[in-house]
T-cell receptor, first 114, second 112 residues
Framework: KAGVTQTPRYLIKTRGQQVTLSCSPISGHRSVSWYQQTPGQGLQFLFEYFSETQRNKGNFPGRFSGRQFSNSRSEMNVSTLELGDSALYLC?????????????FGPGTRLTVL | GENVEQHPSTLSVQEGDSAVIKCTYSDSASNYFPWYKQELGKRPQLIIDIRSNVGEKKDQRIAVTLNKTAKHFSLHITETQPEDSAVYFCAASDGGSYIPTFGRGTSLIVHP
């Protein structure tokens, strides 16, 4: 079975721009969660989508949004980028709701905001 | 919301020694406690998890213990090997919101 994939793997943007990241879950997995990983804050939960509906949201501003398609693929969008948004963005998929079950992580997208 | 504290932030051991990483959580409603291993430049991978109806779980050299009363859980690695060197993250999720809260991570270094 193919693992979780994320595109692109690396992105460089400037402040004020917006960015869209993509995540393809393991086939059959219906839940996709997004995390921000930084050296100072560790892994922080952004949101989770299950069957095209946002089920949970972490403590991030409204500039961070996402969606899930009928094939369970998910996208995450960050608008009006700030320097502090530089991080590794990880998505994770699971068969059912993610927070209470094993999650399979993708390789991440490294976002650098200049 | 949930708060997870993880200690130590860095742990250095000799090959063959045991390593213990401890996490405390604040929300008594939390009922799922996974541990993830992240090698340098790689994605986090689940190594073991425990639910609140179990006090201990073991998988070969790895074990996790849970003390619900004290609200802490620990990862135990015995007979450490250089390939155990990685960052280990604990997490706690409650059964209501299913939002996982991660600890800040422990960098384990196993010296040959």
């Amino acid at each position: 079975k193919a693992g979780v994939t994320q595109t692109p793997r690396y992105l460089i943007k400037t402040r004020g721009q917006q960015v869209t990241l993509s995540c393809s879950p393991i086939s059959g997995h219906r839940s996709v969660s997004w995390y921000q990983q930084t050296p100072g804050q560790g892994l922080q939960f952004l949101f989770e989508y299950f069957s095209e509906t946002q089920r949970n949201k972490g403590n991030f501003p409204g500039r961070f949004s996402g969606r899930q398609f009928s094939n369970s693929r998910s996208e995450m969008n960050v608008s009006t980028l700030e320097l502090g948004d530089s991080a590794l963005y990880l998505c994770a998929s699971s068969l059912v709701q993610g927070g209470n079950n094993e999650q399979f992580f993708g390789p991440g997208t490294r976002l650098t905001v200049l | 919301g949930e708060n997870v504290e993880q200690h130590p932030s860095t742990l250095s051991v000799q090959e063959g020694d045991s390593a213990v990483i401890k996490c405390t959580y604040s929300d008594s409603a939390s009922n799922y406690f996974p541990w993830y291993k992240q090698e340098l430049g790689k994605r986090p991978q689940l190594i073991i998890d425990i639910r609140s109806n179990v006090g201990e779980k073991k998988d070969q050299r790895i074990a996790v213990t849970l003390n619900k009363t004290a609200k802490h859980f620990s990862l135990h690695i015995t007979e450490t090997q250089p390939e155990d060197s990685a960052v280990y993250f604990c997490a706690a999720s409650d059964g209501g919101s299913y939002i996982p809260t991660f600890g800040r991570g422990t960098s384990l270094i196993v010296h040959p």
